[in-house]
């Protein structure tokens, strides 16, 4: 039997099409090898949002080579990201992988024998792309470029794909889009995502429903109104700021304000009592004075995000930023102002989740690291602990002992197993 290999790298986007590759494969009578030296199919899904993450694809890249000349019947194939419409280049940069094809695509070698399909055993939680592209072009974003504009998949076809998920077993649905908040506006009808939350909230053996990722200018009061009432949807909302500062914002292309944004999350924090907040930031944009960055650093003090996804700015070729502004700020004081933001960030997730030490919170088990299960609570905190038997899928009441910025660890509450809680 034929064996592939996917190696992922990037965003809950590429994780999703990886899975349907996977079916997509498993359906044509492939299985899963363990390394990619094992493999006669191998598709790298990349990303190219941060020089870090194309690095380590462009290494992947290369470190293929050896394997092709070794083993020229492999196949090999490029996806995600690093693919545009100038695949002509990428094939004399890298001749020795056979494909490439644009995110979400089917492979071209398959397009006339076989479709992505549903994760055929998917885990606990699943991932659903209810849109793909971007139509804000933020000035340091190169996913427009690369995935297209916006096209919103219809809430039919988006409600029956859930319906057959949780026929399969999956508990917790993510609904994927590059910004979720703007999703319907191609559609007739023209339905909002607060619509769509409806729908999928109704299907019934759901236990959980989130989404990403949110524009904070794009986020609208019904919206806030749907989160709120809908009983399945998670108190848990990701609302990417990237700076502290008006005029790196203006730069950025993010369309709002430092003001706009802090009144956002008041409103949101006044309709959904508990509910944790992520976003993203990054540093050293260019020409970001220290003040604009102790703007970031206070607007975190005062806003207290559970989490932070952070990086450091690199300019990515194609973009606006890259185009028109001189990557000014050297590395080392990216690196500085990286680390204050680690080390606020750290002493802030520290705090937020000592409070649940001593309470029960409810998890939905995903699965097993190093002896213990873990899951997540419907406000996305990372909880680990011991029960013997197997429990993936199973909503758990666990007492908190342990509480650390990453994780919670805790014991199973006995007589509460299956109780979900809010916490």
Same mark, same amino acid.
């Given at each position: 039997m034929p064996k592939y290999h996917i190696w992922t790298i990037g965003c809950q986007m590429n994780k999703? =099409?990886?899975? /349907?590759?996977?079916?997509?494969?498993?359906? @044509?009578?492939?299985?899963?090898?363990? !390394?990619?030296?094992?493999?006669?199919?191998?598709?790298?899904?990349?990303?190219?949002?941060?020089?870090?993450?194309e690095s380590r694809v462009v290494n992947k890249l290369h470190a293929l080579r050896p394997l092709k000349k070794t083993r020229p019947g492999v196949t090999?194939?490029?996806?995600?990201?690093?693919?545009?419409?100038?695949?002509?280049r990428l094939q004399k940069t890298y001749p020795h992988i056979d494909h490439f094809f644009k995110p979400g695509e089917v492979p071209p070698w398959l397009e006339k024998t076989a479709e992505l399909s549903l994760p055929r055993h998917p885990s606990p939680t699943a991932y659903v792309t209810i849109s793909q592209g971007c139509d804000n072009f933020c000035a340091y974003c190169i996913v427009p470029y690369r995935r297209g504009r916006e096209r919103s998949r219809p809430v039919a076809e988006i409600t029956c794909?859930?319906? =057959?998920?949780? /026929?399969?077993?999956?508990?917790?649905?993510? @609904?994927?889009?590059?910004?979720?908040? !703007?999703?319907?506006?191609d559609l007739p009808g023209k339905p909002e995502l607060a619509d769509l939350l409806g729908e999928v909230n109704a299907v019934e053996g759901l236990a959980r429903l989130r989404f990403l990722t949110n524009h904070p200018k794009d986020m609208s009061p019904r919206l806030i109104e749907a989160i709120a009432r809908l009983d399945k949807v998670c108190e848990q909302i990701s609302l990417p700021v990237q700076a502290g500062s008006d005029a790196v914002l203006a730069a950025m292309k993010r369309g709002y304000t430092v003001e706009q944004y802090r009144r956002l999350v008041e409103r949101i924090r006044e309709s959904i009592p508990g509910v944790a907040l992520s976003?993203?930031?990054?540093?050293?944009?260019p020409s970001e004075t220290e003040a604009q960055f102790r703007g970031t650093v206070d607007l975190l003090s005062g806003i207290k995000f559970d989490t932070v996804h952070m990086a450091a700015y690199s300019p990515r070729e194609g973009t606006a930023a890259a185009r028109e502004l001189e990557d000014n700020v050297s590395l080392p004081e990216k690196k500085a102002r990286l680390d204050t933001v680690e080390r606020l960030q750290e002493q802030i997730q520290a705090e937020i989740n000592a409070r649940l030490l001593g309470r029960a919170v409810g998890v939905l088990v995903e699965g097993k690291k190093r002896g213990k299960w873990y899951g997540r609570t419907r406000t996305d905190k990372l909880v680990f602990f011991r029960r013997d038997g197997d429990c993936p899928g199973e909503l758990m009441n666990?007492?908190?002992?342990?509480?650390?910025?990453?994780?919670?660890?805790?014991?199973?509450?006995?007589?509460?197993?299956?109780?979900?809680?809010?916490?």
């Amino acid at each position: 039997m034929p064996k592939y290999h996917i190696w992922t790298i990037g965003c809950q986007m590429n994780k999703a =099409e990886s899975a /349907r590759l996977e079916s997509c494969f498993e359906g @044509l009578g492939y299985e899963a090898a363990a !390394s990619a030296a094992e493999a006669d199919l191998i598709v790298l899904n990349s990303c190219v949002v941060r020089q870090s993450a194309e690095s380590r694809v462009v290494n992947k890249l290369h470190a293929l080579r050896p394997l092709k000349k070794t083993r020229p019947g492999v196949t090999l194939a490029l996806t995600g990201c690093l693919v545009n419409s100038d695949t002509g280049r990428l094939q004399k940069t890298y001749p020795h992988i056979d494909h490439f094809f644009k995110p979400g695509e089917v492979p071209p070698w398959l397009e006339k024998t076989a479709e992505l399909s549903l994760p055929r055993h998917p885990s606990p939680t699943a991932y659903v792309t209810i849109s793909q592209g971007c139509d804000n072009f933020c000035a340091y974003c190169i996913v427009p470029y690369r995935r297209g504009r916006e096209r919103s998949r219809p809430v039919a076809e988006i409600t029956c794909e859930v319906r =057959e998920l949780v /026929r399969r077993g999956v508990k917790e649905i993510t @609904l994927l889009g590059q910004n979720v908040d !703007s999703y319907g506006r191609d559609l007739p009808g023209k339905p909002e995502l607060a619509d769509l939350l409806g729908e999928v909230n109704a299907v019934e053996g759901l236990a959980r429903l989130r989404f990403l990722t949110n524009h904070p200018k794009d986020m609208s009061p019904r919206l806030i109104e749907a989160i709120a009432r809908l009983d399945k949807v998670c108190e848990q909302i990701s609302l990417p700021v990237q700076a502290g500062s008006d005029a790196v914002l203006a730069a950025m292309k993010r369309g709002y304000t430092v003001e706009q944004y802090r009144r956002l999350v008041e409103r949101i924090r006044e309709s959904i009592p508990g509910v944790a907040l992520s976003t993203d930031v990054i540093v050293g944009f260019p020409s970001e004075t220290e003040a604009q960055f102790r703007g970031t650093v206070d607007l975190l003090s005062g806003i207290k995000f559970d989490t932070v996804h952070m990086a450091a700015y690199s300019p990515r070729e194609g973009t606006a930023a890259a185009r028109e502004l001189e990557d000014n700020v050297s590395l080392p004081e990216k690196k500085a102002r990286l680390d204050t933001v680690e080390r606020l960030q750290e002493q802030i997730q520290a705090e937020i989740n000592a409070r649940l030490l001593g309470r029960a919170v409810g998890v939905l088990v995903e699965g097993k690291k190093r002896g213990k299960w873990y899951g997540r609570t419907r406000t996305d905190k990372l909880v680990f602990f011991r029960r013997d038997g197997d429990c993936p899928g199973e909503l758990m009441n666990i007492k908190i002992e342990a509480t650390s910025p990453w994780s919670l660890r805790g014991s199973v509450e006995p007589g509460n197993v299956n109780q979900e809680d809010k916490g």
